[in-house]
């Protein structure tokens, strides 16, 4: 719901950042072009996100109201707000914002039971579940990671960055890598086009050597996997591919007849054949798995998040088989300079055509260590 009011009224807490950056040429926008985006409050009147526009109102354009939208921050917390609403209606920033609020209403409360009670109009966290992962939830990002992700570009990246970030033109990985380097540095990158953007990303990355091990679901990189190659004994015990959508730019060995990498934007192509599947991980993994899923031939290697909403939707829904893989595995890097161990258990995912259990079967005889499980 969409208010004028008046901005004596707002309360602006301790905990929004403080460093507005240039509010001069946000106010001389404003005044050519309106407020085009409003700011969010609660029913209370305490301010949730759009500090700067709120500040640039009041103390530039000396402003007595301003445009503001109703959070109903317990409404979403307690699930009456559609997730694709949420990603629809806010931006990244302004989700970051929304689970914080979040976080500050129900307080830290690990392990208490959602099935009984509700305390006020407020779901308890459930049983096992931080207070942060909830509030993810709720806030529309697809796990915690990314919503620490997209926190980090709120509190440390430039204004342009989090623009960057909320326009879609830097993915929320990929602004978190930006977000660790300095003003000047995230400026410059801005200045790219979005492949030397991610380029960009990639150097700083190996510069603060996070690519030393593989942490769970922080590739940032659309239709590539990072440079991090899959371990060749995987693999040689799955057969012969026809296509690899999410090949490396500087794979020394093919892992299949035909190859899609950054440069083809493999999610956008036309599938076929039999395909191997090594995602990026993060927020993207989700559309590649649903395109395999729905292509119904291949083989997907992901983590072992069972429980996740992308699995209860392309894996349980739709696969015909799942491997999990006995420990965990380390991926190498083109050069072969170094090996980046997996930050959570894999597993290898099996979709097959009607009337075949082609790659059902491949993954239920391999010589791999672990333990297969048929799905149908």
């Not at 460093?19 to 001389?28: E, F, I, K, V, Y």
């Not at 009984?116 to 697809?142: D, N, S, Y």
Request: net charge positive; charged share 30%; hydrophobic share 35%.
């Amino acid at each position: 719901m969409l208010k004028e009011l008046k901005i004596a009224d707002i309360t602006v807490g301790s905990r929004h950042r403080k460093d507005m950056g240039s509010l001069t040429s946000l106010a001389d926008s404003i005044r050519r072009e309106g407020l085009l985006q409003a700011i969010g409050v609660t029913e209370e009147l305490q301010l949730v996100f759009g500090e700067r526009r709120l500040r640039a109102t009041r103390d530039i354009l000396k402003k007595q109201t301003i445009l503001a939208r109703i959070v109903d921050v317990t409404s979403i917390l307690a699930g009456e707000y559609a997730k694709n609403d949420i990603r629809k209606d806010f931006t990244p920033s302004e989700r970051v914002a929304i689970a914080k609020a979040i976080e500050r209403k129900v307080g830290n409360r690990q392990g208490q039971r959602t099935d009984r009670e509700l305390r006020g109009k407020i779901p308890e966290v459930a049983p096992g579940t931080r207070t942060r992962e909830t509030a993810a939830e709720k806030a529309g990002f697809g796990n915690d990671t990314t919503y620490r992700q997209a926190a980090k570009v709120v509190e440390n990246g430039t204004p342009k960055l989090i623009q960057a970030m909320d326009d879609g033109r830097v993915s929320i990985s990929a602004a978190a890598i930006l977000a660790g380097a300095n003003a000047d540095e995230q400026e410059a990158v801005l200045e790219l086009d979005e492949k030397a953007i991610l380029q960009a990303a990639k150097e700083i990355r190996q510069r603060r050597g996070l690519d030393n091990g593989i942490g769970g679901h922080e590739r940032p990189f659309r239709g590539a996997t990072d440079d991090w190659l899959t371990p060749p004994h995987v693999l040689k015990a799955l057969g012969k591919f026809d296509l690899d959508p999410c090949a490396s730019l500087q794979q020394s060995k093919k892992t299949a007849t035909r190859q899609f990498t950054i440069k083809d934007d493999g999610l956008m192509q036309d599938w076929f054949g039999r395909v191997w599947l090594n995602p990026p991980y993060g927020e993207q993994t989700e559309r590649w798995l649903a395109k395999l899923a729905k292509h119904g031939n291949g083989i997907a290697l992901v983590y072992a998040r069972t429980e996740t909403k992308m699995f209860f939707d392309h894996v349980w829904a739709s696969a015909s088989g799942i491997f999990f893989l006995k420990g965990r595995l380390s991926f190498g890097s083109p050069d072969n300079s170094s090996d980046g161990q997996a930050g959570a258990p894999s597993v290898l995912i099996s979709y097959d055509p009607m009337g075949s259990r082609f790659n059902q079967n491949v993954l239920r005889r391999c010589t791999l260590k672990g333990k297969f499980l048929e799905i149908k």
